[in-house]
């Protein structure tokens, strides 16, 4: 029986600050250093900022989708999304949006009429997922998911807590079933926490520092930084001397050719050329929010 081993910091890529309006935006994928993360496409971090009372809210009206998933974390404020497909529903703290664009749709994500009135704290996180060539055109799909929806995994005796959207872990499951073995979480450290998470070598990290500086494999890491890990163990340790809040993922590598322009991710320029064909053609469906 080989001896578990912890994986090690092979780069940290910083992210980059790059508004939109009034809303702070940093983003480390895709970046100067990485272009992306198979299957781990776009990482946006929103905020932390307080809004003012009689705000206009966040910038994403109807805009398209084709060939991937996003999932949307709502760490404060609250976010209400709305699709070509008929769901709709406002997310508050805490919880998740998990969005399968599929074949195409319509959606919007934007500040509820309550957040715009009364203001208030906002940090949202997006990650955008690779869909592999046979699932580029599945059936558009939406779960949005509260806080108290999503299990709590703790550990290193309450020093650190896993909120688990998909994947299994401990003995729990998280409510998402993902379509290409996706495990997705976010991770609260108490100071002291030590932990180690297990992935088998064979699957690519997602790690993204949301605050604080932990360690990763022993090495010291920087908040607003995305980790990229050796594929040279099958535990990543994570430790922290001060309270930290990470985004941890995993999953296989599609190892597929990648095209991408603007609101599309294929798999050749034809195909955009058809998702742009068919976003004009109508045949998204339309949104009127």
């Known amino acids: 029986m080989t001896q578990s081993a912890h994986r090690s910091v092979r780069y940290q890529h910083a992210a980059a600050r790059d508004d939109i309006g009034d809303l702070v935006t940093r983003r480390p994928l895709p970046g100067a250093t990485l272009d992306q993360l198979d299957p781990f496409l776009l990482l946006n971090h929103h905020g932390p900022q ?23 974390f709502i760490l404060a404020g609250e976010l209400l999304h709305a699709d070509s497909d008929d ?18 749709l319509v959606h919007a994500e ?42 709590l995994v703790e550990l290193d005796d309450g020093r650190a807590r896993l909120a688990l959207v998909a994947g299994f872990l401990a003995g729990e499951i998280g409510p998402i079933r993902s379509l290409t073995d996706v495990f997705m979480s976010t991770l ?67 190892n597929e050719p990648v095209v991408a322009q603007g609101p599309f991710v294929m798999n050749s320029h034809e195909e955009i050329e058809q998702a742009i064909r068919d976003y004009r053609a109508g045949r998204f469906g339309g949104l009127d929010i």
Not at 206 to 211: E, G, H, K, S, W
Not at 214 to 226: C, R
Request: no cysteine; aromatic share 6%.
């Open 50 to 72: 307080s809004y003012p009372p009689d705000n206009d809210g966040l910038p994403f009206g109807p805009h398209p989708h084709r060939g991937f998933e996003t999932v949307t």
């Open 87 to 104: 769901h709709q529903s406002v997310i508050e703290a805490g919880g998740v949006q998990w969005m399968t664009a599929g074949s195409g």
């Open 110 to 151: 934007v500040s509820p009429e309550s957040f715009r009135r009364a203001g208030g704290a906002l940090e949202i996180l997006q990650l955008w997922i690779n869909l592999p060539a046979r699932l580029k055109m599945v059936e558009p799909d939406y779960t949005g998911l509260q806080h108290d929806e999503i299990p």
């Open 188 to 254: 609260e450290l108490k100071a002291g926490a030590r932990i180690s998470l297990p992935v088998s070598r064979e699957r690519t990290v997602f790690l993204y520092v949301i605050d604080g500086e932990p360690s990763v494999g022993g090495t010291a890491v920087a908040p607003h930084q995305l980790i990229e890990l050796e594929n040279d163990g099958d535990e990543v340790l994570i430790e922290a001397e001060r309270d930290a809040r990470l985004l941890f993922g995993h999953a296989p590598a599609l």
